[in-house]
């Protein structure tokens, strides 16, 4: 499942294998706990895997604060080579919401419905 926060409200997911959505809610929603403790400690914007027992998540703050995760709902491994991918996938997320972001007829924290995105 793959999810953007503003301001602790989703405004776009997406559900890859359309795995349990309630239990995925509640982990994903813990997570950002985990992410406003870790935020401003880091000064990189892809923080990697959270530790977390239920899902592996992993998290991207873009420059705007927007709050891009990434759950699985497999066991991940794979150390740096899985960070690489999962870092080079937030990177092309967030071209792709800059570029909605950007679109005037977009309003600030609206859910994003863009078939495109």
């Given amino acids: 499942m ?3 926060f503003h301001d602790d409200k989703p405004i776009y997911e997406y559900n890859f294998l359309k795995q349990e959505k309630l239990q995925t809610y509640f982990v994903i929603h813990a997570a950002l706990d985990t ?19 239920d ?10 604060g927007l709050r891009l995760l ?22 092309e997320a967030n071209r792709y919401l800059a570029n909605v972001l ?11 419905k863009s078939p495109f995105f």
């Fill in 2 to 4: 793959f999810v953007i």
């Fill in 35 to 53: 992410v406003d403790y870790t935020a401003p400690k880091r000064r990189e914007f892809y923080l990697g895997l959270l530790k977390n027992d």
């Fill in 55 to 64: 899902l592996p998540i992993f998290c991207y703050i873009n420059p705007t």
């Fill in 70 to 91: 990434l759950a699985f709902t497999v066991k991940v491994e794979g150390g740096k080579d899985i960070d690489k991918a999962i870092n080079g996938f937030f990177t």
């Fill in 102 to 112: 950007m679109n005037p007829l977009y309003k600030q924290k609206d859910e994003i």
